[in-house]
């Protein structure tokens, strides 16, 4: 079973308290980004992996799918998505990513938002969600950027010109890493982005689409410590597609 630490009180205490959990997708900094990869939903089965508080499953029913499914492992997520009016459209699910078992030819538009990095058995996964679409279907997602899951410690140093740069950790070898964010021994799952883009094509999807993000000029005036992120994209966003 995948590491299930959004159940985890202390950390869970700490994690709706972060802007993206307070304010939803506005408070996503990648989200309009990530938008853009999503085709129209109109009339479409829309599919969120990792669904946490629901703020994509709403959006998707406002931006027209007919049908959403919510899957997400921990308790507290789901309850928190509850607390929202009910859509009768919407569908809430408990399940471990990692043994997820999905319909054939069920769904039109797979997402997953800063979930799959936490996953071991990735390319399993992939392989279901492929199934699971229907021809012409896309999958779109986003994880923590490998060289955010490559450090083991993720402090500034300095360079021998003074500049601050991040310290990465073996990049090439991947596996496990641990990491204590809002609580200690977080496991993610540290893989580059060749490994990702190969899980997928490997599967049979066809790649779309691909953007290391980091914040543009507006946000960061907005946002002044985002600037660093320039140096290090935070995120990496991808769009495959299901051609037959």
């Given at each position: ?10 950390f869970f ?100 938002s800063l ?15 492929y199934k ?113």
């Amino acid at each position: 079973m995948a590491q299930n630490i959004y159940d985890d009180p202390d950390f869970f205490k700490e994690y709706i308290l972060l802007p993206r959990q307070v304010r939803g997708l506005d408070g996503a900094p990648e989200w309009d980004d990530l938008r853009a990869m999503i085709p129209d939903l109109n009339g479409s089965k829309f599919l969120d992996l990792g669904c946490g508080f629901g703020w994509t499953c709403r959006w998707a029913r406002e931006a027209g799918a007919k049908a959403v499914h919510g899957i997400d492992l921990s308790q507290n997520m789901l309850s928190k998505a509850k607390e929202f009016p009910e859509d009768p459209a919407i569908t809430y699910q408990q399940a471990d990513l990692e043994s997820l078992r999905l319909s054939p030819l069920t769904f039109d538009v797979v997402f997953s938002s800063l979930a799959l990095h936490y996953l071991v058995k990735l390319p399993e996964l992939v392989a279901e969600v492929y199934k699971s679409l229907n021809p012409g279907g896309a999958f779109v997602f986003n994880v923590e950027h490998p060289t955010w899951t490559a450090p083991r410690n993720p402090k500034f140093i300095l360079d021998s010109e003074g500049r601050n740069v991040w310290p990465l950790d073996s990049y090439l070898s991947e596996g496990p890493r641990v990491t204590n964010w809002l609580a200690e021994g977080v496991v993610k799952q540290h893989r580059t982005i060749s490994t990702y883009l190969t899980i997928f094509l490997k599967a049979g999807f066809v790649l779309a689409a691909i953007d290391e993000w980091g914040p543009t000029v507006e946000q960061i005036k907005e946002f002044p410590d985002w600037s660093k992120t320039r140096d290090r994209p935070p995120f990496l966003l991808v769009k495959v597609i299901k051609t037959s």
